[in-house]
């Protein structure tokens, strides 16, 4: 599977932003997702991950009630929907698969995710 996030930007403290991800070929539903990023100088971290059938879902806890992990396997397609932001959110935001799944599982290692996007920037100001 090919991945293509979109979405990033500069947006100010406390606004909001949707990043997507595009996915090829005909078996996304296979594939168990997530959302990564990396600040500059830092490792690459999980911001939020989901299910083939985008039932389950976690959060870090950076994030957790300010950002929404969904999909939709019709568009093959994922999302993370954005509020609040804050300025530690300005990161490079990566979304990666996992193949062989199991149906009602998350990954949250980022060593079981073969597939990357090209990642998309997102930049907060304060």
Known sequence: VQ???????????????????????????RYAMGWFRQAPGKERELVAVINRGGGNTYYADSVKGRCTISRDNAKNAMYLQMNNLKSDDTAVYYCAARGNAILSAYYLDLDRYAYWGQGTLVTVSS
């Open 3 to 29: 991945l293509q996030a979109s979405g990033g930007g500069l947006v100010q403290a406390g606004g909001s932003l949707r990043l997507s991800c595009a996915a090829s070929g005909p078996t996304f539903s």
